[in-house]
C-alpha cells in the first residue's frame, strides 16, 4: 500500500517511482511501487529475501535489460527524467548511476587498471591517477594500496576488494550509487568499514542500498521501504512495498502492522 | 550352522571375480599405453641414427654422414642415405603460418559472435549444429573441397596457401569450440560490472572478457596447430606429392609437407627407407610434442584461477 | 555531481561496426564451410553420373573399382565392403579396449593414476595417423600379423584395423569417461552401501546409466573408423575386386581416393569426377552416422542436471 511521505524538510528529489512493476516473462517479482527517493541521502530497502528487492534495485540503471524476458512497467523517474523513455540510453544511464554487486567483483587486472577501464570508457582520461588516487581515498582504500597499485586486485582480500569496486563506481563521478547487499559476502570488520564509508560518501552522492540485514539498516539509512511477500492466485509470491518513511519513524513507529511484525523478528 | 563357512567361500569366488574383473581392466589400459611405447621405441630406435650419429649400412659398408643435422636440411633424394627432410621441414612451416594468420581471426571472431553476440533463435542454432557437423567430417573431404575451390576455383593451383587454407577449415571447428570454452569461463560478474561502470557492451567484451580468455583462446589454437601439421590426407591433392624437392619461396610455390615426405618413404620398398621414414617421424614427433608442452604451459602460466 | 542530466545515445563508433560484422561472418563462416563442402561434392560427382562411361547400376553393384584399367569399372561395391570390413575389425578392438579403459579411469582409478594415464591417452589421439600407418605396416604386419596369421600378404586389413582400432582407442575412452562421470556419485555410494561390490556398481548401474553417452562414443568411433585414410592407405594396401579375406589386400573407399589422385588425372576426367562420387559417398555414411549418434546421446541422456 501506498504511504505519503512524512517529510517537513523541502528536499530535492533523486528518484520519483510511480506503480512500478518488474516482471520476468509471466512471474511478476514485484508491485505497486511507488515513492519519492531523495538527493545526498541513503534510502534502504529492506524485508525478507525473495520479495524482489534486488530485482527493484536493478531496474534504477537498467541492468535489468540484460535479462531477456525482464519487463519493467510504470515510470521511474530520475531527476525529472522517464529513465525508460525511448530516448533513453541505458549504457548513459548507468554512467550516471553505479552499483556495487553483492560479491565483489574487480577485474582480474591490476588496482590502477580496475580504476581507469571506467575512467576510459567514459572519455574521463586527462590526470588519470589523480583521478585514480582522488577515487581510492574516497572509498577509503588509498594508504592500504598506494604503494601496490599494479599488484592483481584479486590478491586484495575480500573487504579490500568491495571498496575497490566501490572506488572504481565513484570515479566515473555518478550522482548516485545503488547497492545490492554489498556486506553480506564481508566479515563484520570489513561490514564496519563500508557502513563509515557509506556515511562520508552520502554527502557527494545519494546512495540506495538493499539489505536483508535491518540493523545495518537502521545504523546507516536515512530513509526505508520495507518489502514483504504476498501471495497470488497462481500460488507464486510477489513482492510489494508496504511502508516507506524515515528510518527513525520505521524502527520506533511503523504504520503497518507487517512492518511491525518484521522489525520486531517475528518473521523474515 | 555352517554361517562362518558359506560367508567365507562367497567372500573368496567374490574376491575372485573382483580380481578377474580388474585384471581384465588393467590388461585394456596397457594395451593402450604399450602400442604407444612400442610405436616410440621402434620410431626411435630406426631412426635415430640418421638424426644424431653415424649411420652404418651393416654388411655392405660403412657411410658416416659427417654432420647428422644434414638430414633436416638436405633435400630428398633417390638414395636414402643422402634424403633429407629440408624442403618439407619448410613446408611445414610455411604452413603453420598461414594456418596461424587465418585460424586465429576466424575462430576467435566466430567464437565470440556466437558466445556473446549472438541471439538465441534458430539461425544460431543452425550455425552451431554445422559446427559440429564439420568437425566430425574426414580430413580427406577437406581435401577434395579444397582441391575444388582453392586449386581451381580460387585459382591458387596446387600451392602452399591452398594447403594452409584447406587446413585451417580442417581445424577451424575445433578452434572456435576450444575458444567459446575460454569464453564461457569468464564469470558473468566481470561482464556485469562493465556494464555496470557505463561501458557498452562492446567495450564490455573487447576490454574485458577477452582479454580475460585469451590463454584459453591461445591454447586452442596450438592444439588446433598440432592437429593441422600431422594431417597427410588434405594435402595429398594439393600435388603435394609429386617429387617436390625445392624449397617454396611464395605462397603460390608447389609445396610438401613433413608426414608428406613421410608417407612417400614409407612406400618406398627398399629396407634403408625404413630407417629415413622413422627419422622424419621422430621430427614429426618432436614438434607435436614441443607444440603440445607450449600450450601445457600457456595454460599454466596465464589461465586464471577464478 | 548533478551535472546536467543527458542521457540521450552515443553514436557507435565506426570501428565497433567493424568488428561487429567481422566476428557475425566468421561465424557465418561455418555455413559457408558446409555449404562448400556439399556443393562441391554434389556438382563434381553428379557430372561423374552422367558421364557416358558411367552408370549408376554399375557404380553401386559391380564388384571392381579399376578406373585407371582400359575399360575401366566404377563398381563402388569392393570399396565400400572394405571399408566396413575394416572398420568392424577396428571396432572390435577399440570398443572394448576403449570402453574398459573408461570403466577403469572413472570407477576405478586413483586421482593420481588418472593424471598419468588421461595424458597418456591424449597424447595417443594426437598421434598422427601416418605415423600409425608406418606402425602397421613395418610392426604389427610381420610381428604379429603374419607370425600368427598364416597366409596374410604385406598389405592385409587386419594390420590395418587393428591399427585403425588402436587409434580410435582415446576416442572411445574420453567419450565414454565423460558419460560415466556424468552419472551422479549418489547412484554409486548407493550400491556400494548395500553392499555390492566395485565391479557390479560398475557394470550394473553406472554402466547402464551413462550408456546412451557410450553407445553415442561407438557410434562415433565407428564413423572415425570409417573415414580413416592414411592408414589404411600405407597398409592396407591396393586390391580392387571384392575381397572378404582380411588376410589379404583391402581397398577402402578413403584410399581409392588417396589413390586416384596420385596419378595423373586432369580436370574434367573421368577418374576426376570418380573422386567426388567417391567423396559424397564417403561424406553421406559418415554424416549419417554422426547424426545418428549425436541423437542417441541427446534422446536417451537421463537428466541428471540439477
Redesign the interface.
Known amino acids: 500500500m501506498e504511504t505519503e511521505i512524512t517529510t517537513k524538510k523541502e528536499l530535492d528529489h533523486v528518484f520519483t517511482v510511480r506503480d512500478v512493476s518488474v516482471s520476468y516473462g509471466d512471474f511478476t517479482a514485484v508491485k505497486n511501487v511507488s515513492m519519492d527517493m531523495f538527493k545526498n541521502n541513503i534510502t534502504a530497502f529492506i524485508g525478507p529475501s525473495g520479495c524482489g528487492k534486488s530485482t527493484l534495485i536493478r531496474s534504477f540503471?537498467r541492468?535489468n535489460d540484460?535479462i531477456?524476458n525482464a519487463v519493467v512497467n510504470g515510470e521511474i523517474n530520475y531527476q525529472g527524467i522517464n529513465l525508460y523513455d525511448e530516448e533513453v540510453d541505458p549504457?548513459?544511464v548507468?554512467?550516471?548511476i553505479?552499483?556495487v554487486?553483492q560479491?565483489p567483483?574487480?577485474?582480474?587486472k591490476s588496482i590502477r587498471e580496475n580504476i581507469t577501464?571506467?575512467l576510459k570508457?567514459?572519455n574521463m582520461t586527462d590526470n588519470l591517477d589523480e583521478r585514480v588516487e582522488k577515487a581510492l581515498t574516497q572509498a577509503a582504500l588509498w594508504d592500504e594500496v598506494k604503494n601496490d597499485l599494479d599488484k592483481n586486485a584479486l590478491d586484495l582480500s575480500g573487504g579490500q576488494q568491495q571498496r575497490l569496486?566501490i572506488a572504481?563506481?565513484i570515479a566515473?563521478e555518478p550522482d548516485t550509487i545503488l547497492m545490492d547487499e554489498p556486506c553480506s559476502a564481508l566479515d563484520p570488520v570489513a561490514t564496519k568499514k563500508i557502513e563509515d564509508l557509506m556515511q562520508i560518501l552520502v554527502k557527494d552522492f545519494s546512495i540506495l542500498i538493499v539489505t536483508h540485514n535491518m540493523q545495518q539498516a537502521s545504523r546507516v539509512s536515512n530513509y526505508c521501504a520495507f518489502f514483504t511477500t504476498k501471495a497470488t492466485d497462481d500460488g507464486r509470491r510477489t513482492g510489494e512495498l508496504v511502508e516507506y518513511s524515515d528510518t527513525k519513524t520505521m524502527f520506533t513507529n511503523p504504520s503497518e502492522s507487517l512492518t511491525e511484525e518484521y522489525i520486531s523478528g517475528r518473521f523474515g | 550352522m555352517n554361517n562362518n563357512s558359506v560367508f567365507a567361500e562367497t567372500k573368496k569366488e567374490?574376491e575372485l571375480?573382483?580380481l578377474a574383473?580388474?585384471s581384465?581392466?588393467?590388461f585394456?589400459?596397457t594395451?593402450?599405453?604399450v602400442?604407444?611405447m612400442?610405436?616410440i621405441y621402434?620410431?626411435i630406435s630406426t631412426g635415430y641414427s640418421r638424426l644424431f650419429n653415424d649411420y652404418e649400412l651393416g654388411l655392405i659398408s660403412k657411410v658416416t654422414i659427417d654432420n647428422p643435422k644434414d638430414f633436416l636440411t638436405s633435400l630428398d633424394s633417390r638414395d636414402p642415405l643422402k634424403a633429407g627432410i629440408g624442403p618439407a621441414f619448410a613446408g611445414t612451416v610455411w604452413l603453420m603460418i598461414i594456418v596461424i594468420f587465418a585460424t586465429f581471426?576466424?575462430?576467435a571472431?566466430?567464437a565470440?559472435?556466437?558466445q556473446e553476440?549472438?541471439p538465441?533463435n534458430k539461425l544460431t542454432r543452425?550455425?552451431e549444429l554445422?559446427?559440429?557437423?564439420?568437425a566430425?567430417?574426414?580430413?580427406?573431404?577437406?581435401g577434395?573441397?579444397g582441391?575444388?575451390?582453392f586449386v581451381?576455383l580460387a585459382g591458387f593451383g596446387r600451392s602452399v596457401l591452398s594447403g594452409g587454407l584447406t587446413l585451417t577449415?580442417l581445424i577451424?571447428?575445433v578452434v572456435?569450440v576450444a575458444s567459446r570454452e575460454a569464453l564461457k569461463a569468464v564469470?558473468d560478474?566481470?561482464r556485469?560490472?562493465?556494464?555496470?561502470?557505463?561501458?557498452?557492451k562492446?567495450?564490455a567484451i573487447?576490454?574485458?572478457v577477452v582479454p580475460?580468455a585469451i590463454p584459453g583462446m591461445v591454447t586452442g589454437m596450438v592444439l588446433g596447430l598440432?592437429?593441422a601439421?600431422?594431417?597427410?590426407?588434405p594435402l595429398?591433392?594439393m600435388g603435394a606429392?609429386t617429387y617436390v624437392n625445392y624449397y617454396p619461396d611464395t605462397p603460390l610455390s608447389g609445396f610438401t609437407a613433413i608426414?608428406i615426405q613421410?608417407?612417400n618413404w614409407?612406400?618406398y620398398p627398399q629396407a634403408e627407407w625404413?630407417d629415413t621414414?622413422?627419422a622424419g617421424?621422430i621430427l614429426?614427433?618432436g614438434l607435436?610434442l614441443s607444440m603440445?608442452a607450449l600450450a601445457l604451459i600457456i595454460r599454466n602460466k596465464f589461465e586464471?584461477d577464478w | 555531481m548533478y551535472k546536467d542530466l543527458n542521457l540521450t545515445k552515443t553514436k557507435?563508433k565506426p570501428l565497433?561496426s567493424v568488428?561487429?560484422f567481422?566476428?557475425?561472418?566468421?561465424?557465418?563462416?561455418?555455413?559457408l564451410?558446409?555449404i562448400?563442402?556439399v556443393f562441391?561434392?554434389l556438382t563434381?560427382a553428379i557430372n561423374f553420373f552422367q558421364d557416358p562411361e558411367v552408370t549408376i547400376r554399375e557404380y553401386f553393384t559391380a564388384t571392381r573399382w579399376t578406373p585407371t584399367f582400359k575399360n575401366p569399372v566404377y563398381g563402388v561395391l569392393p570399396l565400400i565392403s572394405s571399408t566396413l570390413y575394416i572398420a568392424l575389425i577396428a571396432c572390435l578392438i577399440s570398443f572394448?579396449?576403449?570402453l574398459?579403459?573408461a570403466?577403469?579411469?572413472s570407477e576405478?582409478a586413483s586421482r593420481r593414476t588418472r593424471k598419468v594415464?588421461k595424458p597418456?591417452?591424449e597424447?595417443?589421439a594426437?598421434?598422427?595417423?601416418?605415423?600409425?600407418?608406418?606402425?602397421a605396416?613395418?610392426?604389427i604386419t610381420p610381428n604379429i600379423v603374419q607370425r600368427f596369421i598364416p597366409g596374410s600378404g604385406v598389405f592385409n586389413a587386419i594390420s590395418a584395423g587393428i591399427a585403425v582400432g588402436?587409434m580410435i582407442?582415446?576416442t572411445i575412452?574420453s567419450i565414454s569417461d565423460d558419460a560415466l562421470n556424468a552419472v551422479p556419485k549418489s547412484l554409486r555410494m548407493g550400491s556400494l552401501a548395500l553392499g555390492s561390490?566395485?565391479?557390479v556398481t560398475a557394470l550394473k548401474i553406472m554402466l547402464p546409466a551413462a550408456l546412451s553417452g557410450i553407445i553415442a562414443s561407438f557410434i562415433?568411433g565407428f564413423?572415425?573408423a570409417?573415414?580413416?585414410?592414411?592408414i589404411v592407405t600405407?597398409a592396407g594396401g591396393q586390391y580392387p575386386e571384392l575381397n572378404l579375406d582380411p588376410r589379404k589386400a583391402m581397398y577402402t573407399i578413403?584410399s581409392s581416393?588417396?589413390n586416384v589422385?596420385?596419378g595423373d588425372t586432369p580436370?574434367g576426367t573421368t577418374a576426376y569426377n570418380a573422386?567426388?562420387a567417391l567423396?559424397i559417398t564417403?561424406?553421406i555414411m559418415?554424416?549419417v552416422l554422426?547424426?545418428f549418434s549425436?541423437y542417441i546421446a541427446r534422446k536417451y541422456r537421463k537428466e541428471y542436471e540439477q
Not at chain 2, 130 to 134: A, F, S
Not at chain 3, 22 to 31: D, V
Not at chain 3, 226 to 230: D, L, Q
Open positions: 540503471n541492468m540484460l531477456p549504457v548513459q548507468r554512467r550516471r553505479g552499483m554487486f560479491k567483483n574487480p577485474f582480474p577501464f571506467g570508457v567514459n569496486c572504481r563506481t566515473v | 567374490r571375480k573382483e574383473f580388474l581384465i581392466l588393467y585394456c589400459v594395451v593402450a599405453i602400442t604407444l612400442t610405436l621402434d620410431v581471426p576466424l575462430g571472431g566466430a565470440i559472435y556466437l553476440f549472438a538465441k543452425f550455425i554445422n559446427l559440429t557437423n564439420l566430425g567430417v574426414p580430413s580427406v573431404i577437406y577434395l573441397m582441391l575444388a575451390v581451381r577449415l577451424l571447428p572456435i564469470p560478474t566481470i556485469q560490472g562493465a556494464l555496470a561502470l557505463g561501458s557498452t562492446f567495450q573487447f576490454r574485458q580475460s598440432s592437429r601439421i600431422g594431417e597427410t590426407a595429398i591433392f606429392l608426414p613421410v608417407y614409407i612406400g625404413k621414414s622413422s617421424i614429426l614427433l607435436l603440445n586464471k | 557507435t565497433e568488428v561487429k567481422f566476428i557475425t561472418l566468421s561465424a557465418f563462416a561455418a555455413i564451410i558446409s562448400a563442402i562441391t561434392l563434381e572394448p579396449l576403449g574398459f579403459s570403466i577403469y579411469l576405478f594415464i597418456i591417452m597424447i595417443l594426437g598421434v598422427p595417423t601416418v605415423v600409425f600407418g608406418y606402425f605396416l613395418n610392426w588402436i582407442i582415446p575412452a561390490t566395485r565391479r562415433l564413423s572415425r570409417i573415414g580413416e585414410t592414411m600405407i578413403t581416393i588417396v589422385s596420385l580436370h573422386l567426388f567423396g564417403l561424406f559418415t554424416f554422426n547424426i549425436d
